[in-house]
């Protein structure tokens, strides 16, 4: 399989400001029905705090609350 020679790779779990604004407009730019620009800012939020300024990837939780529940009710 292509892309699993050496494994899964894990998204980045920051990504610079200037990268990530690239990105999400290459992907705006795109004609996709999957709305990916909706949920890459959904999923990665701007930290100012940081220098240089850049993406965060939120916790799982804080999107999906029940994602961690041992209560399985799907």
Same mark, same amino acid.
């Given at each position: 399989?292509?892309?699993?020679?050496?494994?899964?790779?894990?998204?980045?779990?920051?990504?610079?400001?200037?990268?990530?604004? !690239?990105?999400?407009?290459?992907? *705006? +730019?795109?004609?996709?029905?999957?709305?990916?620009?909706? &949920? !890459?800012?959904?999923?990665?939020? *701007? +930290?100012?705090?940081?220098?240089?300024?850049?993406?965060? &990837?939120?916790?799982?939780?804080?999107? *999906?609350?029940?994602?961690?529940?041992?209560?399985?009710?799907?």
């Amino acid at each position: 399989m292509l892309g699993h020679r050496y494994g899964s790779r894990p998204i980045p779990a920051q990504i610079r400001a200037p990268l990530f604004e !690239l990105l999400k407009q290459t992907i *705006l +730019d795109e004609q996709n029905e999957n709305h990916d620009g909706d &949920l !890459l800012t959904q999923w990665y939020q *701007l +930290d100012t705090n940081c220098v240089p300024a850049a993406y965060i &990837l939120q916790n799982i939780s804080s999107i *999906l609350p029940n994602f961690l529940s041992k209560v399985n009710e799907r």
